[in-house]
């Protein structure tokens, strides 16, 4: 069907007013936002309302001198290079663990996303709990063991994993869902008329069914590296009594990531500029994902 | 289908449905014990001690931040489908001069990550003074594109025909908006409600900025600050969690139906 020949012809101004909310929010809270931050990106910004424009020094700022931009977008790649991998094989194994007639479905739909409802805060808090110095338990079960204590949070190298590994736990209900319906897609004769001819499970699945769900493992993959490239609850919530007042905005020991470091310029340091220019590199970054994502697999809307 | 498969399939499946719930059983355990736990695990604390939730209930605004956080979500959300509803039916139902270019020229927003806008957004708050209120939270929650083009998807499944009949019947724009395409769209419309209930009610970024006050924290921030206080025992965070995880897993029990509906309709 033609999208474009769908609807009552009208003329006049009342299609307009039916979209005047949407258009004056978005004008507001997304275009002119747009364009004022990429302004400040350009200033010398801070709380008391000075600003004197300074043209590309914030970025030069970041990419030449700041100690702490590098560091910040080496973990979040790091955090990608964990979770990417962690989310695909998690929602690959219950995508194809689902499919076909599985018993009591609805209930395990229901129980794994049971973390997707949940608000990422209480999450990581809970996790924090659980691998927290004295009365977590993963540090009791090392314990038993015969390991030492491990301060999980003191270094990036162990943040990073942990966080991923929480993010991977709470979109699992998610990727089942993207995988099984990507799986279920797939016309069933396919993989009938492969099985009569005497083709094992493993082989449909390795020669059937992965070539024709690509497009989809391609899309997730797109999907959990955006996804990583705003990390910031999680570590918000690690960070919190971690970091020690030992500098002005607590940059130093904490695990930064690129949304956190934005956060912590912009937020804690009143540095809008250089904040707004780090959200601006890091934008340029996830929008050379989304293209490439474009050039192969089509045209598919990906919110960031 | 082989047997040694299907076991398997239940053996990954039953896998995972441990790894889902255990941090919830053990989050339960520990906010019924009275100390700290220190020495060996319990499989259940007997008898189950409840000062926790006594203290996490009245020692703190949590009743104040349910509050919030239901103000918040509600308004974010039937504000959110309101305004989308109307220009999703403008955007389909309705044909006139540039109206896809239009389209797509809002939908672009999307791709704008969230971390980006909330540098911008928060000035803007501050200049007009909605710092520490409820429409500073939610107002912006009000124009999302995602709801508009989910809508404008199912939209133009309604049939030419019928809208054209209700126009020939002498029905205005309005009336075919609010009496023919609204009740048509109740399931759809019934799914994005939870669906983007769901996430206000977990939004943390945008409340952690624009409140100020205690008072104002919805439970998001509120949960944080606990985790920031050294005052406050893991045993009282857990009970805090369970507090405020409570309506929305409850919601979630009835409604989980709604919720893989609209994750399918936001994937494909």
Not at chain 2, 181 to 200: A, D, E, R, Y
Request: aromatic share 18%; proline share 4%; charged share 10%.
């Amino acid at each position: 069907m033609n999208e474009n020949k769908m609807g009552i012809p009208v003329k006049g101004i009342a299609p307009f007013l039916f979209i005047l909310p949407i258009l004056i929010g978005t004008g507001i809270f997304s275009f002119s936002c747009f364009l004022y931050v990429i302004r400040l990106s350009f200033l010398e910004s801070n709380l008391f309302g000075s600003s004197a424009f300074i043209g590309l020094k914030n970025y030069y700022y970041l990419l030449f001198e700041s100690e702490y931009f590098y560091v910040a977008l080496i973990h979040t790649l790091y955090y990608a290079l964990c979770s990417v991998p962690l989310n695909l094989f998690v929602g690959l194994s219950l995508g194809f663990a689902m499919y076909s007639k599985i018993k009591y479905g609805s209930f395990f739909r229901f129980v794994y996303l049971i973390p997707w409802v949940s608000s990422g805060v209480i999450v990581a808090l809970i996790f924090k709990y659980a691998f927290s110095p004295h009365w977590g338990i993963v540090n009791w079960l090392l314990g038993n063991l015969g390991f030492e204590e491990i301060r999980w949070f003191k270094q990036a190298e162990t943040t990073i994993p942990i966080a991923a590994t929480m993010g991977a736990w709470q979109t699992m209900g998610l990727g089942m869902i993207i995988f099984l319906g990507a799986i279920n897609s797939i016309p069933k004769n396919l993989s009938e008329a492969a099985s009569l001819e005497g083709a094992s499970t493993l082989q449909i699945i390795r020669y059937i069914i992965l070539p024709l769900i690509k497009p989809t493992i391609f899309f997730y993959l797109v999907f959990c590296f955006i996804n990583a490239f705003q990390v910031f609850n999680v570590i918000y919530i690690f960070m919190q009594g971690v970091v020690g007042p030992d500098d002005a905005m607590g940059l130093r020991g904490a695990t930064l990531t690129s949304a956190y470091f934005t956060y912590i310029l912009a937020f804690r340091g009143s540095q809008f500029g250089r904040a707004s220019a780090t959200a601006i590199l890091m934008f340029l970054i996830m929008l050379s994902a989304l293209l490439i994502q474009r050039r192969f697999i089509g045209r598919k809307i990906t919110p960031l | 289908m082989k047997k040694s498969l299907l076991t398997l399939k239940y053996l990954v499946l039953i896998i995972f449905v441990l790894v889902s719930i255990f941090p919830y059983y053990w989050m339960i355990i520990t906010s019924l014990c009275e100390h700290e736990w220190i020495g060996n695990p319990t499989i259940f604390p007997i008898p189950p001690y409840l000062g926790c939730f006594k203290n996490a209930l009245f020692d703190y605004p949590f009743l104040r931040w349910t509050l919030n956080t239901f103000i918040i979500s509600i308004s974010g959300t039937l504000g959110c489908l309101f305004f989308a509803s109307l220009a999703a039916f403008s955007f389909s139902c309705l044909q006139w001069k540039f109206r896809d270019l239009i389209f797509y020229v809002l939908l672009s927003t999307l791709f704008l990550p969230a971390f980006l806008m909330v540098i911008p957004q928060f000035l803007f708050i501050a200049e007009i003074g909605w710092m520490d209120t409820y429409w500073g939270i939610f107002i912006p929650s009000w124009f999302s594109m995602i709801t508009v083009f989910l809508l404008r998807q199912y939209f133009f499944s309604i049939p030419n025909e019928i809208l054209n009949a209700a126009r020939i019947d002498g029905a205005n724009l309005w009336q075919i908006y609010w009496k023919l395409v609204i009740p048509n769209s109740k399931i759809v419309l019934m799914t994005l409600f939870v669906f983007n209930f769901v996430g206000q009610w977990n939004s943390f970024l945008w409340p952690l900025l624009v409140t100020q006050s205690n008072k104002m924290d919805v439970l998001a921030v509120g949960m944080a600050s606990f985790g920031g206080d050294f005052n406050i025992t893991y045993n009282q965070i857990m009970a805090g969690s369970i507090l405020s995880l409570a309506p929305i897993l409850l919601m979630f029990i009835f409604l989980s139906k709604y919720v893989s509906k609209g994750l399918e309709m936001r994937i494909t």
